[in-house]
């Protein structure tokens, strides 16, 4: 037996560790917490000092009792969860749930995963830092009073099943008031001119006029000066300048570039940053700090005289500006500097070449540069064209990593080296343009420029960032933008040769593609929220709150106190709420029916925003049309809402069977009988008529007809969300590149079926048919218990070989929604 016992809380981490220690070390993982606060009640004593209760989920006895049984026959037990407060936390719940001694317990820490960094820890232990604990408590603690108070308001004041959140929500006002700001916006048309001018020596390049004018007979009049023009060099300007590098990366940093150059998701970023940390290749990935250790610079410094030569390095020191810096005290840097490409899979190889660029440039030389500025002159006029050039003298760290930027506006100025020229030389001008430009709305937030946003308003930490974005789009209060952007028109004028003409061109704008957008439901609830709880949801309350966990863990604010003070005005607002605000729907009246005259209004109902003509208060019973994928309560106009109610729109009779037009879920489509056939994009379901319907009908007729016969049954094919497939006995069956899909012999149909049986029959671990009851494997070493439709997922550390039937069905019983007692008919009134 073992005479060490390490705990860290990850089964890779425990993997890649094991490797650095000998035979007398035991590593196991906690898979996370092994104690949390119950799910289905708020578990915190709001009358006894905010006492948190603590549980231990089914899932997780076997392992506890597993951790127990090993921390009894070791001599020695090293908590080694990750260095920041949540690490610090399951370090104190292992030492508490499973009872540790104290003499026997030692607390690790180390930012990397390296054989040098293990050891260091081994040999420098502390006990557990409780003031991180409490930091980890309040914010837990808080977190939870906000979102279990707020949650239930939330269901009697708009719709069941809504949830609020400290940090969540003001995200999610943040992209509101966008949103808001985007549609307030007039934009404001103006004209810039630009210009092509060559040299004597026969060279090309571009100028402009740095100002705009405010109108086409302004811009026009302009060009009109210039006909018959002389134009020359007035003054020609060489600047030495120079680029200096970035700061390593820190949490929010990495997200934000490799959403730019990688076009990762935050939660992507995270996920295949934790792999690069376990793995050992990188340091730890949630951090505010932008230094680097001794040992980092010196390794940077090797790798790049190697590399590059002596000339590309500079040591630097970064001082980052976050206050309350995560514990980590480093920046996110490769473990091993000498490792430019190890070889990974696909995502890991790109963001972790992505780091060592970013660590390495910030210990490398500034590029040198020169810019130069020329102004031209005309004869007829007093307005310069001026044009800018830059030439890289030396490129320094630009030789490895140059940053990206979040601006989508395009830089106009003139790009590398401007042709040679000396003032007073004559210019030809080879044409002028005057473009109409429009003043643009604010963007909308991609998930990066959210990122940034929350840590300049000091909103959450590095350990925040990726859940609350993931959790306010699950939520449905926000989603990913779809629209390529819409077409609109301009005017540019031409003056070539000492002719003026004039176009119409087109551009497309608007393009919210990818960008994050609030739901109809996210802006009601937004605004419910910030109407009634103006304190949760003020920005600079929400920074506070964050400053004082930080005061929490330096050990200068005691945690109970900060929940008392914040639970004093805080609980009384959510009854008063509860019990006196008006219900929220964001009802928007859009005018009178002209059949009938009843109002025609907008607002959210159960299953979701809906056209309602009538109101409930008339004897008639109101008409109820829901809104389409694309449109918006805050955005729909009277004739669209009108539209809805000639859905479905009848067709035709194909084969005896009803057609329609509808739209649903996933766009529009046209039904007949019981089958559906999808629109294609850019067809609308208000425009299709019967012919198109016939033609899509037949069109798929022939796609599900059958293509063969296997052991009596049809054989069919087709492509849907995850690529091409054959169906056979009620069983997709995906089709690899290995298969030609369009020419599919028997023998490959028969493979791919027998292939997929045996895969099912694999599949099932156990099975007691009579009950309809068996565990099946599932995805990440875990196993399902199924019966029917009701699936219950267990844990990794339950061995579902021993598991009895009695232990499934009850598991089972747990999970099976109760049915709901019938109503009883209220007694009429007399």
């Known amino acids: 037996m073992a005479k060490n016992l390490v705990i860290v809380e990850s089964p890779a981490k425990a993997k890649t560790i094991e490797k650095f220690l000998g035979k007398d070390y035991k590593v196991e993982s906690s898979f996370g917490h092994i104690a949390d606060l119950p799910s289905k009640e708020l578990g915190v004593d709001v009358d006894n000092d905010f006492s948190p209760k603590y549980i231990i989920d089914d ?182 300048a120079k680029k200096s590098p970035s700061a390593p990366f820190t949490t929010s940093t990495l997200q934000q570039e490799a959403s730019r150059k990688l076009y990762f998701s935050v939660g992507r970023t995270m996920q295949v940053a934790q792999r690069l940390y376990e793995a050992g290749l990188i340091t730890y990935m949630r951090t505010d700090s932008v230094n680097l250790s001794g040992e980092a610079i010196a390794a940077a410094k090797e790798a790049i005289i190697e590399n590059y030569g002596e000339k590309y390095h500079t040591v630097r020191n970064f001082k980052g500006k976050a206050k309350g810096a995560q514990e980590a005290h480093e920046a996110i840097r490769p473990t091993n500097m000498a490792m430019h490409s190890p070889s990974l899979e696909r995502d890991q190889s790109k963001l972790y070449e992505l780091i060592w660029k970013r660590a390495i440039a910030s210990q490398m030389s500034d590029a040198q540069l020169e810019r130069t500025n020329v102004k031209i002159a005309a004869n007829t006029h007093k307005e310069e064209f001026s044009a800018n050039g830059e030439v890289i003298k030396f490129d320094g760290f630009l030789k490895v990593y140059m940053e990206s930027s979040d601006e989508e506006d395009t830089a106009e100025e003139q790009e590398g080296m401007l042709p040679a020229m000396k003032v007073g030389e004559k210019l030809d001008n080879n044409h002028i343009t005057a473009t109409e430009r429009f003043s643009r709305p604010p963007y909308r937030f991609t998930e990066a420029s959210l990122v940034k946003k929350l840590e300049e308003l000091g909103i959450g930490r590095p350990s925040t960032y990726a859940p609350t974005i993931s959790t306010i789009q699950n939520r449905g209060y926000v989603e990913k933008g779809t629209v390529e952007g819409t077409e609109r028109k301009y005017v540019q004028l031409l003056l070539e040769a000492d002719t003026l003409k004039e176009a ?135 004739d669209e809402a009108m539209e809805l109610f000639t859905l479905p729109r009848k067709l035709g009779v194909y084969k005896g069977e009803e057609v329609e037009a509808n739209v649903g879920r996933f766009g529009p489509y046209v039904r007949y009988g019981k089958k559906f056939v999808s629109l294609a994009k850019g067809e609308s379901a208000f425009d299709v008529d019967m012919e198109r319907a016939t033609e899509l009908i037949k069109e798929k007729e022939k796609a599900d007809a059958p293509i063969t016969v296997y052991e009596g049954k049809d054989v069919t094919k087709g492509t849907g969300r995850f690529g091409p497939f054959i169906k056979w006995d009620g069983m997709f069956i995906n089709v690899n590149k290995k298969y030609d899909f369009d020419n599919l012999s028997q023998d490959d149909i028969v493979e791919l079926i027998e292939v997929k049986k045996q895969k099912e029959i694999d599949k099932v671990v156990q099975n007691w048919e009579d009950e309809g009851i068996r565990i099946e494997k599932a995805r990440w070493g875990r196993h399902n218990v199924i019966k029917g439709k009701v699936k219950v997922e267990l844990a990794k550390t339950v061995d579902v070989t021993k598991m009895t039937l009695e232990q499934a069905q009850t598991l089972i019983e747990k999970k099976t929604p109760k049915k709901k007692a019938k109503a009883k008919p209220k007694a009429k009134k007399k």
Do not use: C
């Open 59 to 240: 899932d997780k006895k076997a392992l506890v009792k597993k951790l127990k049984d090993l921390a009894k026959k070791a001599d020695t037990i090293w908590l080694a969860s990750d260095e920041d407060r949540e690490g610090e936390a399951i370090s104190w719940h292992l030492s508490e749930t499973l009872g540790l001694e104290k003499d026997k317990t030692r607390r690790i820490v180390f930012n990397s995963i390296t054989k040098n960094a293990i050891q260091k820890a081994i040999a420098n232990p502390r006990e557990i830092n409780y003031d991180l604990v409490n930091a980890q408590q309040a914010r837990r603690v808080l977190d939870r009073l906000v979102g279990y108070q707020l949650s239930p308001v939330l269901w009697k004041k708009i719709k069941p099943g809504l949830s609020a959140g400290r940090v969540q929500s003001v995200a999610v006002r943040l992209i509101v008031e966008r949103e808001r700001d985007i549609e307030e916006f007039t934009p404001e048309a103006s004209f810039k001119i630009s210009a092509q001018f060559k040299t004597s020596s026969g060279a090309v390049f571009a100028a402009k006029v740095n100002k705009t004018f405010a109108s086409k007979a302004e811009a026009e009049a302009f060009l009109k000066k210039n006909i018959d023009a002389d134009f020359s060099v007035g003054s020609l300007d060489k600047k030495p």
């Open 504 to 638: 119409e061109l087109s551009e497309m704008v608007g393009s919210d593609k990818g960008k994050l957008v609030p739901t109809d439901i996210g802006m009601i609830v937004n605004d419910f929220l910030v109407s009634n709880f103006a304190n949760i949801l003020d920005y600079n309350f929400t920074a506070n709150v964050e400053e004082s966990f930080d005061e929490i863990a330096d050990g200068s604010q005691d945690w109970k106190k900060m929940m008392k003070d914040f639970y004093k005005d805080f609980h009384p607002n959510v009854l008063d709420v509860e019990e006196n605000a008006d219900r929220a729907s964001g009802e928007r009246v859009l005018g009178k029916d002209p059949k009938t005259g009843r109002q025609v209004s907008v607002r959210l109902g159960r299953f979701g925003p809906m056209v309602q003509i009538g109101t409930v208060e008339e004897e008639e019973k109101p008409k109820f049309a829901s809104l389409l994928p694309d449109q918006s309560l805050n955005t729909i106009t009277y």
